[in-house]
């Protein structure tokens, strides 16, 4: 099941590339950056450049919390690992593309309404 998992990500990706590609003059897919130890790694799953911009993807294969919450910790470790300004997001099949800063908001609306 999980090579089945991982062919439709990357599926996914590449679907999100071509989505993106007229945007950037570089895109770069799978995308390693240290942890806390040089034998740890974290990845990305688009880096999207221009001139003095990288935007961040995070693909995830469906819209949940969990997932959600996942992306933010990634996009947000990326961004500490590479100090480039610019964008985070989110691509999930049912939403598209979302900016991560919109979701994080999203998150938050819903505890607040559920206490």
Known sequence: MAKKNNIYHQKLVEKLSE????????????????LNDVQTYGEIDLMALNPNRA????????????NLKKAADQLRRMREYWKFSGDDFVYTPEKGIERLEDIVREIRLRRYKQH
């Open 19 to 34: 989505l993106i590609k007229d945007r950037y003059a570089l895109i770069l897919t799978n995308v390693c950056y240290p």
């Open 55 to 66: 935007d961040f993807y995070e693909v995830k294969g469906s819209y949940n919390q969990n």
